[in-house]
């Protein structure tokens, strides 16, 4: 992909907002993403129903390198993919339903941000108060059939380096 100033702005080191098009582009974002991960990288992925979010998980899923569909966790709460090549973990987790402590323990959320693995959370507002202060908060929003809104807003020094990153990886900016 390259730069075009009317589908991305980038507001500062920590915040860039970008306009996909399509599902397709959604995905190839995400890959471009998933690329670059390491393990302890925190990714909340916040939007109504509809904004892409599982779009986005599934190319970043692929980018990471995992050979399973990533899918949502909604009715399972965490979705755990391997990652052959040195197993690596990417774990999905679905905040939606997570608003009780007891919710929280049972899907051993606590567990899985101490874990040496990548954690993408959909619905992260859900459970703010539990994330690492370190995070990538990708906010989506629905303006088309085919038109997502997303803001890339990085919150510590890892997920500002990896913001950086991510521009250049995808936008070679």
């Keep these: 992909m390259k730069y075009n100033p009317e589908r991305m ?8 907002d970008f306009v996909s098009t399509s599902v397709a582009q959604t995905e190839r974002l995400g890959i471009r993403l998933g690329e670059l991960l390491e393990p ?7 939007g109504e129903l509809g ?10 899923g692929r980018g990471w390198g995992t050979p399973l ?3 949502s966790p909604t009715f399972v709460l965490v979705n755990e993919y391997p990652r052959p090549r040195d197993g690596g973990i990417l774990y999905h987790v679905d905040g939606y339903r997570l608003e009780r402590a007891g919710d929280v ?3 051993g959320l606590e567990d899985i941000l101490d874990a040496e ?3 993408m959370i959909e619905w992260p507002e859900h459970i703010a108060d539990l994330l690492p202060a370190d995070r990538l908060w990708i906010a989506m929003a629905y303006d088309t059939p ?5 803001r890339f807003n990085a919150s510590g020094p890892r997920s500002t380096v ?4 991510f521009r250049k990886n995808a936008f070679g900016v």
């Design 9 to 16: 702005a980038i507001l500062d080191d920590r915040t860039l």
């Design 40 to 46: 302890r990288d925190v990714l909340c992925l916040s």
């Design 51 to 60: 904004a892409g979010k599982t779009t986005l998980a599934r190319g970043i």
């Design 69 to 71: 569909r990533v899918t």
């Design 105 to 107: 323990m049972t899907a």
């Design 117 to 119: 693995a990548v954690v």
């Design 146 to 150: 085919t038109r997502r809104r997303l």
């Design 162 to 165: 990896l913001l950086a990153d």
